[in-house]
Every structure is written in structure tokens, then in C-alpha cells.
Nanobody
Framework: QVQLLESGGGLVQAGGSLRLSCATSERTLSSHAVGWFRQAPGKEREFVAGISRIAGATRYADSVKGRFTISRDIAKNTVYLQMNSLKPEDTAVYYC??????????????????WGQGTQVTVSS
């Protein structure tokens, strides 16, 4: 059973930073790619960043490249999303997700079959 628990959301001013955490299990990290998605009101859920299960390769949406960094701490079984230079358009509910793949990081939301409960990120202007 794959469990994903997000934390770290909140309210921040534009230009500020937040770090999201996704706590899971050793088994999940060793067998799944983990991705972060977000969904703003009235919009579809979109890929933000992901990290592969073996090499820890990363992948980012163009809208967050250079501002967000995904990483993982194997000892803590946790995946992080460090978000810097936040913009009001980054406001959304952020979800941690996982998919069992051998290589790479899918960016298609429909390929992910495990989801956390989400955490709200609000960036004020």
C-alpha cells in the first residue's frame, strides 16, 4: 500500500519561499517515481516536478524551472519541493503522487495512481 503525506503549505508573499514535504515509505521510493502536481481553482491538475526512483533524475515544468527544486532524503523516506521566487500564479493545491515505473519521470497526470491529500499554497501579491 502506497501512502503519501504532504505538509509545508501555507501563505507567503510574492518572492518568498516554501518547502513542501511528502512523507512516504522506503518501499515506495525504491519502486516508484514521485511527482508533484498542482491544481488551481477552475484549472486542470498540472505537473510541476518529479524525481525518478533509481537515479533520482529530476524533471520540471517549464513554468517552475530555475525556481523550484525537487529532492529526496532516502534516510527519511521523504521527497521535498523547495519553491523559491514564488509568484501569485503558483497559488494552488499541491499534491504528491507516485507511479510504479522502471525509468524516468512521467509528466502525464493520468499515469499516476497514488495521491496524497494535498496541501494549499497561497502566494499573495
Amino acid at each position: 500500500q502506497v501512502q503519501l503525506l504532504e505538509s509545508g503549505g501555507g501563505l507567503v508573499q510574492a518572492g518568498g519561499s516554501l518547502r513542501l514535504s511528502c512523507a512516504t515509505s522506503e518501499r515506495t521510493l525504491s519502486s516508484h517515481a514521485v511527482g508533484w502536481f498542482r491544481q488551481a481553482p477552475g484549472k486542470e491538475r498540472e505537473f510541476v516536478a518529479g524525481i525518478s526512483r533509481i537515479a533520482g533524475a529530476t524533471r520540471y515544468a517549464d513554468s517552475v524551472k530555475g525556481r523550484f527544486t525537487i529532492s529526496r532524503d532516502i534516510a527519511k523516506n521523504t521527497v521535498y519541493l523547495q519553491m523559491n521566487s514564488l509568484k501569485p500564479e503558483d497559488t494552488a493545491v499541491y499534491y504528491c503522487s507516485a507511479v510504479a515505473v522502471d525509468f524516468g519521470v512521467p509528466d502525464d497526470v493520468n499515469k499516476y495512481n497514488y495521491w496524497g491529500q494535498g496541501t494549499q499554497v497561497t502566494v499573495s501579491s
